[in-house]
């Protein structure tokens, strides 16, 4: 059985918190994990979903369930598979991040009408 969008969203946005949150390390040989809690917090917070949070924490059990992450120690990380599903969805995705994050207009010479 594949993995659902829902799933996907979750385990994305997690990812992207992860690496966001490694830059800071970038230069230490350091790795940042989150625990669930903490991470359903943030999700929460960032208005990334608008599920409850007892919903957030069932979709991190079924990742964890189909061995995209591991939860051990308290703190969730990602494993190779997991990982592996995130590099395809970021290849999908990729594109319509990259135009949200540039400013389109210096790139073009538009002309201005009135309506």
Known sequence: M????????????????LQ??????????LSMSVSKISFIEMAKKAKICDKSIRALYKNLEDLENKKYLNYSSRQL?????????????????????NITK???????????VFR
């Open 77 to 97: 990380r990602l494993t190779q598979k997991g990982l592996g599903l995130y590099n395809k969805i970021n290849r999908e995705v990729g594109p319509f991040v």
């Open 102 to 112: 540039s400013d389109v207009s210096k790139f073009t010479k538009g002309q201005v």
């Open 20 to 29: 966001e949150c490694n830059k800071r390390f970038s230069d230490a040989p």
């Open 2 to 17: 594949g993995v659902s969008k829902k799933h996907k969203i979750v385990l994305y946005a997690l990812c992207h918190y």
